[in-house]
Structures are given as C-alpha cells and as structure tokens.
C-alpha cells in the first residue's frame, strides 16, 4: 500500500482515537479493509478498462492502481511484473487473491458480486452462450486483430528502401490469405448474433458483454465497423457506452484510446 495512504489513516485514527468512546479496534478495522480492498492493476490505453466498467456495474467498491505504458515501446512497466509474472494487465488483487486474464477475472467478480446476473447461473439458458462468448473474445477475436496491428506496424516499419518490398510483400499476403479474410469473417458472425440478440447472452446483460466490448469498441474507434459495415455491432457499442457504469468507469480509469 502507499506510504501515504497509510500515513492518512493512520493521522485520522490518532485524531479519532483521542476522542472519548473510540478505541484502537477501529484503527485495525480500517487497516484490515484497506489491505484487503479489491484493487484493479490498471494500464493506460488497455483492456483493463473493462474491469472497471464491470465494477461500476456491480457497484463494488475498489481502488485503482495506474500504471504507465512507456511511451516508446507501448509496453506494460516492469513493475507489473511483481504483481503478476506477465506483466499484463488487467490484474486484479482481492485481499490475498492475485487474478490476471480479463476472462477469469471478469467470471470471479460477476460469480462474487453478481451470481445469476452478471454471471448466469449454470443450469440457465444463458449459461452456455455467456461461457461462449466469454472465451470466444480473447480466445478466436482478439488473435487475428493482433496480428493486423503486427503487420500493419511491419508495412509501416523504417527499413532500408531495398529490403521494403519484401517486408510490404510478406504482410500482404498474410493478410491477404489469412488475416483479413478471418476478421471478415468474424465480423459477419458476430453481426448475425447480435441481429438475433440484444445481448451476448440473450436479452439480458452479462460479463459476457464486458468481455466483448473491448475488441468491438476498438473496431468501431478504428473504423473497421462502421454504422454501414455492420450495423448491428455498431448500435450495440454506441449502446453500451452510453450506460451510466461505463461512463463513470471512463472517467476513474483515465486515459483509453480503443486502441488494441
Ligand atoms: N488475454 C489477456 C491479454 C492481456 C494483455 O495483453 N494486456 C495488454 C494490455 S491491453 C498489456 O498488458 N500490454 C502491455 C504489455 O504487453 O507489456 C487478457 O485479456 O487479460
């Protein structure tokens, strides 16, 4: 925990400890509490700004520690790492509980804080697609997203003009054969579900939403969806950003650019 922090509680438990009818019991309520409060590991400009809509929705309370990618690398700082070994964030702390992998902390606070709603009970109808969909954001959409933002990154990479060519000609035809005919395909998928159902899971909202929302939403900030392309997935982002949560966890968590 911050120095600062503890020194704050510690200054107003002495002030509050010297007032008639308190005792030192209160100051170790309030310490046990801050250690163990939920505390969201939390990257600029990153799929951890999921996690804190997740929490506004749930109106859990929590604390955020920022953490700054560098500015050349775009990578997570190391210091990361002694949270989690990857580095990665989302990471969250829930007292002596360290979660990484949006997926798996999204499925623990939505079964903690939300059992039936925000994670469907197992014998519901709902049940199957949350646990879908839940896997199917990181686990099939996200890859072929990446490596466009790889090639894409190796086309506009400084190389010497004679070697140019060659980079430009293997990322074409990468993403020619594979890449984009993949996230073309995804797309259209997606659209038909959410031309059939208002939600991922059905006609309520779930943690599968919030698993989804991150590569459809950098999509749209991209222009990769548009309200013409697919307008269903369209609608569906500009709804879901317009809910109180996510806009109050826009404005704690700071710097997001949709980018992926
Ligand atoms: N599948 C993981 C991916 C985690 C991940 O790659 N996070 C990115 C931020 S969006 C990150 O930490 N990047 C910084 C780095 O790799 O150093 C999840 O959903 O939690």
């Not at 606070?109 to 049940?127: A, D, Q």
């Not at 594979?178 to 159902?197: M, W």
């Amino acid at each position: 925990m911050e120095k600062s922090l503890w020194l704050r509680i510690l200054l107003q438990q002495l002030t509050v400890n010297c007032k008639p009818g308190y005792s030192g019991v209160k100051l170790l309520t309030i310490q046990h509490t801050v250690k163990t409060m939920l505390t969201v590991h939390h990257l600029n400009n990153s799929r951890s700004q999921r996690i804190l809509w997740l929490l506004e929705e749930l109106g859990v309370e929590y604390k955020i520690k920022f953490y700054a990618r560098d500015a050349k690398t775009q990578l997570a700082p190391d210091e990361l790492k002694k949270i989690h070994p990857l580095g990665k964030s989302p990471v969250v702390t829930d007292g002596s509980e360290v979660l990484a992998e949006s997926g798996a902390i999204i499925d623990y606070l939505g079964y903690k804080y939300g059992y039936g709603e925000w994670v469907p009970r197992r014998n519901s109808k709902k049940y199957k697609p949350y646990m879908y969909w839940l896997h199917y954001a990181e686990g099939s959409l996200m890859p072929p997203l990446l490596l466009k933002l790889v090639f894409d990154k190796v086309k506009s990479a400084k190389v010497p003009f004679f070697i140019k060519p060659v980079t430009h000609g293997i990322a074409n035809k990468v993403m020619d054969s594979f890449v984009t005919p993949n996230i073309k395909n995804h797309f259209a998928f997606v659209e038909q579900h959410l031309s059939e159902n208002t939600y991922f899971a059905g006609d309520e909202i779930t943690g599968a939403d919030i698993q989804m929302s991150f590569p459809l939403e950098a999509s749209v900030a991209k222009g990769a969806i548009t309200a013409v392309s697919h307008p269903h997935i369209y609608q569906y982002v500009d709804d879901f950003q317009a809910r109180e949560a996510y806009k109050a966890a826009l404005a704690k968590g700071g710097e997001y650019d949709y980018s992926i």
